[in-house]
């Protein structure tokens, strides 16, 4: 292998946060938990402790439950939230709608109803139309509110925003749910604890991300309405989502909610991206899209210069009609990367 393989085989993309490994701390961590035997299906004191770390981050008094994806988080904590015959409301960008296959219809029977969005967010007061199949037994019935925080276009939901669309769920019957894929960099970017934008502001159930923030698999699902979660060992289990061998999903969980390491991850991460944005800003010809409030960045650069970028870079066009990129830095993300990834754009653009 020469030395520019060598270079090429540890560089650093900017496709998405899923692309990168996991810091030394969740190594260790998976390490010490395969010494020996310990009990299967979350019986393990990995578990208990990961569930009692998160359990504390949002304030106590609400049920966490470990799943292995992200879309098992979303698709399992609306089954507990949903009958068939009955919808969720949501942007039409959001995660659930569009990158995952499906899987909420398929597993629960009810319908996504895609409403409008502002740079990727709902707000109350345009949720008032979808609203007018209640009562009518020929159409679904709305049921639950779902926002993405942060939301897949890189933007925040303040906490007045999501306390509003709280309120509009009460008012009208309705559950809120939050898919919290990237919940860490929403806190860091907000300065705020999680449960203050979450259990404080009326979500019921929520996604709480961690493979994005660096840990190789696993998420939980969190639910502040207790009574919502009476069911869920059986749905999770049916659901196919009850792992044997939990305790490294646990140990995963620990390593990274004790000491504040996704906190550190995830501020890294929006710092490189604010970094990366600033860059990206002095090159003529590049378009900023959308506010940078997280570790996303939003752009359109020229169109020939796209092949030339990507020969050096990875990264996803989202619309190819209107040649939209996303940018995403992670927890390993360095400066020298994104000197690294402007400097090529530049040279692209200037048709170099």
């Given at each position: 292998m020469?030395?520019?393989?060598?270079k090429?085989?540890?560089n650093?993309h900017?496709a998405?946060?899923?692309w990168?490994g996991?810091?030394?701390?969740?190594?260790?961590?998976?390490?010490?938990?395969n010494?020996g035997?310990?009990p299967?299906?979350?019986a393990?004191?990995?578990t208990?402790r990961a569930?009692?770390?998160i359990?504390k981050?949002f304030?106590?008094?609400?049920l966490?439950?470990l799943?292995?994806?992200?879309t098992?988080a979303?698709?399992?904590g609306?089954?507990?939230?949903?009958?068939p015959h009955?919808?969720?409301?949501?942007s039409s960008?959001a995660?659930?709608?569009?990158d995952e296959?499906?899987?909420?219809?398929k597993?629960t029977?009810a319908?996504?109803?895609?409403?409008?969005?502002?740079n990727g967010?709902?707000?109350?007061?345009?949720?008032?139309?979808?609203l007018?199949?209640?009562?009518?037994?020929?159409?679904?019935?709305?049921a639950?509110?779902?926002v993405t925080?942060?939301?897949?276009?890189g933007t925040?939901?303040?906490i007045?925003?999501?306390?509003?669309?709280s309120r509009?769920a009460?008012?009208?019957?309705?559950?809120l749910h939050?898919?919290?894929?990237r919940?860490?960099?929403?806190?860091?970017a907000?300065d705020?604890?999680?449960r203050?934008?979450?259990r404080a502001?009326?979500?019921?159930v929520?996604s709480?991300g961690?493979t994005k923030?660096?840990i190789?698999?696993?998420?939980?699902?969190?639910?502040?309405?207790?009574?919502?979660?009476k069911?869920?060992?059986w749905i999770?289990?049916?659901g196919?989502?009850?792992?044997?061998?939990?305790?490294?999903i646990?140990?995963?969980?620990?390593?990274l909610?004790?000491d504040?390491?996704?906190?550190r991850?995830a501020?890294?991460a929006?710092?490189?991206a604010?970094l990366?944005?600033?860059?990206l800003?002095?090159?003529?010809g590049?378009?900023?899209?959308?506010?940078?409030?997280i570790?996303?960045?939003?752009?359109r650069?020229?169109?020939?210069?796209i092949?030339?970028?990507?020969?050096?870079f990875s990264?996803?066009?989202e619309?190819?009609?209107?040649?939209?990129?996303r940018?995403v830095?992670s927890?390993?993300?360095?400066?020298?990367?994104?000197?690294?990834?402007?400097?090529?754009v530049k040279q692209?653009?200037?048709?170099?």
């Open positions: 020469t030395a520019k393989d060598r090429d085989k540890a650093r900017f998405s946060d899923n990168a996991a810091p030394p701390e969740i190594m260790k961590a998976l390490a010490l938990a010494a035997h310990a299967a299906y979350g393990d004191e990995w208990a569930v009692k770390l359990e981050q304030g106590g008094n609400c966490a439950f799943v292995s994806n992200g098992a979303n698709v399992l609306l089954s507990a939230m949903l009958k009955q919808s969720v409301l949501c960008v995660h659930i709608l569009v296959c499906g899987a909420v219809e597993c029977g319908r996504l109803d895609p409403v409008p969005h502002m967010k709902i707000m109350a007061q345009t949720l008032e139309p979808f007018l199949a209640a009562g009518n037994q020929h159409q679904s019935q709305p639950v509110i779902s925080q942060a939301t897949e276009r925040l939901y303040s007045d925003e999501i306390r509003a669309l509009f009460r008012k009208h019957g309705l559950r939050m898919d919290g894929a919940l860490a960099n929403a806190a860091a907000l705020s604890p999680l203050d934008f979450t502001a009326g979500v019921d929520l709480f961690g923030n660096g190789l698999f696993g998420e939980a699902v969190v639910f502040f309405d207790k009574n919502l979660a069911d869920f060992p999770r289990k049916q196919l989502h009850l792992m044997s061998k939990m305790r490294f646990g140990a995963q969980f620990e390593a909610l004790r504040d390491l996704w906190l991850n501020r890294h929006n710092a490189m604010a990366l944005r600033a860059q800003e002095k090159i003529p590049v378009e900023i899209c959308f506010p940078t409030d570790n996303m960045v939003w752009c650069f020229p169109e020939r210069a092949p030339k970028i990507q020969k050096r990264f996803h066009i619309d190819p009609a209107t040649r939209m990129a940018l830095t927890f390993d993300t360095s400066k020298a990367d994104v000197m690294d990834f402007a400097a090529v692209a653009v200037d048709g170099k």
